[in-house]
């Protein structure tokens, strides 16, 4: 059985930093992982993904040159470093394995996500 657990999240000031860990189980094969976010009252959006190794990872525009994903794969983590947050970034951030589908990518297995509110 597959599981996701998110932590990390909170309540930080804008310009602050915050970081996710999305702890995997289950797991068989080598997987993409990635981050995506919900804010209230819009569409859950991807944020970042990186490939099994590590060595490939991809971003969101609104997120490039922010955020930081790394993974760690002796501990099945997956991580998520944001940097100079900013009010829109408020949203709870989920970890899924992702395929990438044309430029989209798609969440598979998905944790129940953290909530990560930024203040002004």
């Known amino acids: 059985q597959v599981q996701l657990v998110e932590s990390g999240g909170g309540l930080v000031q804008a310009g602050g930093s915050l970081r996710l860990s999305c702890a995997a189980s289950g797991l068989t094969s080598s997987y993409r992982m990635g981050w995506f976010r919900q804010a209230p009252r819009k569409e859950r959006e991807f944020v970042a993904a990186?490939?099994?190794?590590?060595?490939?990872?991809y971003y969101a525009d609104s997120v490039k040159g922010r955020f930081t994903i790394s993974r760690d794969n002796n501990k099945n983590t997956v991580y998520l470093q944001m940097d100079s947050l900013k009010p829109e970034d408020t949203a709870v951030y989920y970890c899924?394995?992702?395929?990438?589908?044309?430029?989209?990518?798609?969440?598979?297995?998905w944790g129940r996500g953290t909530q990560v509110t930024v203040s002004s």
């Open positions: 899924a394995t992702v395929t990438p589908v044309g430029v989209r990518w798609i969440g598979d297995y």
């Open positions: 990186i490939s099994w190794n590590g060595g490939l990872t």
